[in-house]
T-cell receptor, first 117, second 114 residues
Framework: AQKITQTQPGMFVQEKEAVTLDCTYD???????LFWYKQPSSGEMIFLIY??????QNATEGRYSLNFQKARKSANLVISASQLGDSAMYFCAMREGNTGTASKLTFGTGTRLQVTL | DGGITQSPKYLFRKEGQNVTLSCEQNLNHDAMYWYRQDPGQGLRLIYYSQIVNDFQKGDIAEGYSVSREKKESFPLTVTSAQKNPTAFYLC?????????????FGDGTRLSIL
């Protein structure tokens, strides 16, 4: 079974509008973390936002917020006021367990976001 | 500026040849990782290392080898046993700490077969 599922291969959004990118996860571990990364066409992975399984509030970082619904096992990324520079691939990833130094991540297949004028 | 440097940016491999991808970080991070990305796919973990002189296999380690002789360096060798090496390879690192830290990534190396 897929541990991270991103069901939207591609999304379009108009500039200045908000967009939600879906992510569902599967784990039996009570301690886990969820990450969102952005990958522009140049290839580097840029960390956007993190949500811990025990965090009481949804994470926010500037225009990025995470809609964390623990019972539904979903961690959707919301981008407000989209900009042309937001066009990229977006990956959801999960770290299971309370590991020591290393944080092994499992990635979803990504969603390609295209921001239009 | 601190960061992760991967080299080369593009690499070509002949049949039966081993090639080594370089990854250097000056972030003073303890953990380092290698991922493989195929077109239209997410990243898959090849190897990771939590400390110098120690490393563990990830999900797709067959056909690859690594070493961690220095904290700053974590080279990946794609051996001739890896029959489908064409992919984008990303190196990452993360610091040690009590709270979860995101992984920082390099710019990647694109490997192709000649």
């Amino acid at each position: 079974a897929q541990k991270i599922t991103q069901t939207q291969p591609g999304m379009f959004v108009q500039e200045k509008e908000a967009v939600t990118l879906d992510c569902t996860y599967d784990t039996s571990d009570p301690s886990y973390g969820l990450f969102w990364y952005k990958q522009p066409s140049s290839g580097e992975m840029i960390f956007l936002i993190y949500q811990g399984s025990y965090d009481q509030q949804n994470a926010t970082e500037g225009r990025y917020s995470l809609n964390f619904q623990k019972a539904r096992k979903s961690a959707n990324l919301v981008i407000s006021a989209s900009q042309l520079g937001d066009s990229a691939m977006y990956f959801c990833a999960m770290r299971e367990g309370n590991t020591g130094t290393a944080s092994k991540l499992t990635f979803g297949t990504g969603t390609r976001l295209q921001v239009t004028l | 500026d601190g960061g992760i440097t991967q080299s080369p940016k593009y690499l070509f491999r002949k049949e039966g040849q081993n090639v080594t991808l370089s990854c250097e970080q000056n972030l003073n991070h303890d953990a380092m990782y290698w991922y493989r990305q195929d077109p239209g796919q997410g990243l898959r973990l090849i190897y990771y290392s939590q400390i110098v002189n120690d490393f563990q296999k990830g999900d797709i380690a067959e056909g690859y080898s690594v070493s961690r002789e220095k904290k700053e360096s974590f080279p990946l060798t794609v051996t001739s046993a890896q029959k489908n090496p064409t992919a984008f390879y990303l190196c990452a690192s993360s610091p040690k700490g009590d709270r979860v830290q995101p992984q920082h990534f390099g710019d990647g190396t694109r490997l192709s077969i000649l």
